[in-house]
Structures are given as structure tokens and as C-alpha cells.
């Protein structure tokens, strides 16, 4: 009976502070918000000779004007134009990706994603240094399943950002790999309130205190193959969200959906510069946050809880705490 009578009371505490909550307004999604991430060039290896960032381009998913740009640079034995190898690749120094909200409509953020790589060749070309190759895209956002949508169509869900309150469940499809054969689905595989534990996470804007959201996909192969070529690859995508506002401050971000929608199949996000745990904290593989105007809460020192949506949080975990120790009392004791 006392179970269940903990259970009832946070169950109304969860109600009473979820009422009204808008879903952009918690996520700080509103008209001229921007938040820039990145991948920064590399100390110098032996010999000073920089380690280079990977990256693969799906010409099919490309915007028609940068697809049209890229075949310009392509020499006439590039695996591309060769062998009809559907990707392109190319390295670069550093990688900068951005999202800026265009208009908030009544449920729905018209988004612009951009990605920029400095320092680029093409098929191995260097010889060729692209400044500056800038892939952009307009997404549409529902806030409702906070999933992306083309012509009504949806193509993936959302993994800059999420509803701290409503994450993306195990099991769920985030987005496809496209130019496959067969299309591989990246699901959700875990989502944790206590990534990182009690450490801090450094990113190139400031460092995060805990807790932190953590997402991990399930991991995924991907294997391909035509006359004179082949691909393959896989692993585990890792996102980690700021707790309040469900932002991404850090990502490993080889494969995301928005990557897709730009036509980039992936990247290679294994940060050169800083890696694993200081005394500071834990420097995540990945882009990470690098520059926005989104006012996150607790940027001062103080970590006592300062608004009613921390409170929410809060208690909506002790809820789930309290519903696991029913469900271990049940099983033990049933």
C-alpha cells in the first residue's frame, strides 16, 4: 500500500509540473536560435604532418547545386566517374556543423542545417585544397514526435536535439543509411539520465556539469559491394544532451539523421586533439559544442535546482526509481 501511495504521489508531481510545458520552449527552439558544433584541426603528427578528418558524400542526396560543384572537382579517374562508386570521399582539417531555427509555427521549426568542411580534397586530390565546402539544407521539425519531415514525408528523428521529457525509446528507429541497396535502420539501443556519471563534460563552449542525458544507438553494419569497388562499416552512435534543455553539447555523430537529409553518409569523428578523462572532466570523441546563443541553465556555480522544469526532472526520475523498487519488492516478494 505505502508503494503504491509513493508511486501515486509522483505521478501527480509529474503532472502538475509537465502541464503546459511546450516542448520548443523547453528545448530554447525559438526563431534565431543557433548552435554551432565542431571538429577542430589536429596538433601536428611525426614530422608535423596533420592528422586529416574523413568524410563520405552521397552525391544522390546532395543538394542539386553542391552535387553540381562537386563533379566540377572530380578528375576523370576518380573512383566516382571510374568505377560508378556511389559515394564520393574526401578528407578535411576541420568540420563545423550548425543548425539555425528560421520560423517557429504553431508545432513545427523550420531549421537550417549546415555542415562545413575546411581544407578539403576530393578522391584523394590534394592537390585541389577546397577553402571551404559548405553543405546546407531547410529541415522541417514536428515537435510532436520531433521527427523531420520533407513534402509531409518523415525522415528520421531528430538527434540534435530531444524532449527531455519524452526521449526516443530502445528499439526505435532514429534514421536509414541511405544509398544502399538495402536501407540499414539505426535504432536506439539505450537512453540514460546519468551519462558520464559524476563527471563534467568538456566541450569547446564551456564545460557541462552533471547530469547529462545519454542516447547510444544500437550498433549497426553496413556492407556493399559493385564491379570494382566495395564499402562496409558500422559501429555505435553515442549522443550526450544537456539535462534541462535536451540540446546536444557532444556527439560522436559519424551517422545522424540530419547527416542524411544533407546527403553526408558519414564522418569520421574520432577527436585527435584531446581524448578521454582529466582531472576537468571527460573530453567525448565527436563534435562538440562549439558556439550558440541558447541561454542553458546553471552556467554559474550553483547546481541547487532553479526552475520548475529541474524540479519536473527530478522528480520524474525518483518516480522511475520508485517504480523499479516496486517492480524488485514484487518480484521478491510476490
Known amino acids: 500500500m505505502k508503494t503504491s501511495r509513493v508511486l501515486i504521489l509522483f505521478f501527480l508531481l509529474f503532472l502538475i509540473f509537465s502541464n503546459g510545458i511546450n516542448t520548443h520552449a523547453i528545448l530554447n527552439l525559438h526563431e534565431g536560435t543557433y548552435a554551432t558544433y565542431a571538429l577542430l584541426e589536429p596538433e601536428g603528427g611525426p614530422g608535423g604532418v596533420k592528422d586529416l578528418y574523413m568524410f563520405i558524400l552521397y552525391p544522390e542526396g546532395l543538394p542539386p547545386n553542391v552535387r553540381n ?12 566517374v571510374k568505377d560508378g562508386f556511389p559515394f564520393i570521399i574526401g578528407d578535411c582539417t576541420e568540420v563545423f556543423l550548425e543548425f539555425e531555427i528560421l520560423k517557429v509555427l504553431d508545432n513545427t521549426a ?32 514536428n515537435f510532436s514526435d520531433m521527427t523531420y519531415y520533407e513534402n509531409g514525408t518523415p525522415i528520421g528523428k531528430a538527434t540534435l536535439f530531444i524532449d527531455p521529457s519524452d526521449p526516443p525509446k530502445p528499439g526505435e528507429v532514429l534514421f536509414s543509411l541511405e544509398g544502399l541497396s538495402m536501407d540499414v535502420n539505426v535504432s536506439v539501443g539505450n537512453v540514460t ?74 564522418i569520421d569523428s574520432m577527436d585527435r586533439r584531446i581524448r578521454g578523462k582529466s582531472e576537468d572532466g571527460v573530453w567525448p570523441d565527436g563534435i562538440k559544442l562549439y558556439d550558440t546563443n541558447i541561454a542553458f541553465p546553471d552556467e554559474g556555480d550553483s547546481s541547487y535546482p532553479d526552475s520548475p522544469w529541474r524540479y519536473y526532472m527530478y522528480s520524474g526520475i525518483l518516480a522511475l526509481m520508485a517504480s523499479l523498487l516496486a517492480r524488485w519488492w514484487k518480484d521478491g516478494h510476490g
Do not use: C
Not at 531549421?111 to 578522391?123: K, Q, R
Not at 570494382?228 to 535536451?246: A, H, K, M, Q, V
Open 69 to 80: 560543384r562537386l563533379i566540377g572537382y572530380l578528375s576523370p579517374d576518380s573512383p566516382w
Open 110 to 141: 523550420s531549421i537550417n542545417v549546415s555542415i562545413t568542411f575546411v581544407n578539403t580534397t576530393l578522391e584523394g586530390d590534394y592537390r585541389r585544397i577546397i577553402p571551404n565546402l559548405t553543405i546546407w539544407e531547410v529541415l522541417d521539425l
Open 193 to 266: 539520465y546519468s551519462a558520464y556519471g559524476n563527471s563534467t563534460v568538456l566541450t569547446y563552449y564551456r564545460p557541462f556539469r552533471p547530469p547529462h542525458i545519454g542516447m547510444t544507438t544500437r550498433r549497426f553494419y553496413f556492407s556493399e559491394a559493385g564491379k570494382n569497388w566495395s564499402i562496409s562499416g558500422g559501429g555505435r552512435e553515442e549522443y550526450t544532451y544537456d539535462f534541462l534543455t535536451g540540446v546536444m553539447i557532444a556527439g560522436t555523430f559519424s551517422h545522424s539523421t540530419e547527416l542524411m537529409a544533407l546527403g553526408v553518409f558519414d
